[in-house]
């Protein structure tokens, strides 16, 4: 099981998550491993499926902020997606960088 930070979104009109950039990071160390990468919504969906642990990172007043884990959810087309566990309070996905 990997562990994950997912610092930039990509949101549709609706809010919802579209295109995530994340970057592998150690659990020991808590250094980031190897360079970010961008992937779609429902890849992200199947990392979380086969066990990985995926963490909201947020950049506050020039700091790194670990923010809440990231859930499946279902999309309106059918497809998996994702959503922060609680998005009700604290820092949400708008709050990420977002490109």
Known sequence: MALFGLT???LDEDGR?????LQEA???TRRWIGDPFECEAHEVANLIAIGNVI?????VL???VLGQRFR???GPDGD??????SEGSGLGARDLLLF
Do not use: K, M, N
């Not at 998550?17 to 950039?21: E, G, N, S, V």
């Not at 963490?55 to 950049?59: E, M, R, T």
């Not at 998996?80 to 566990?85: P, R, S, V, Y």
């Open 72 to 74: 499946i959810v279902a």
């Open 8 to 10: 930039g979104v990509h």
């Open 80 to 85: 998996q997606g994702i959503e922060l566990e």
């Open 55 to 59: 963490y909201a990172v947020f950049i």
């Open 17 to 21: 998550i579209t295109r995530a950039r």
């Open 62 to 64: 020039g700091r790194t």
């Open 26 to 28: 150690d659990r020991a």
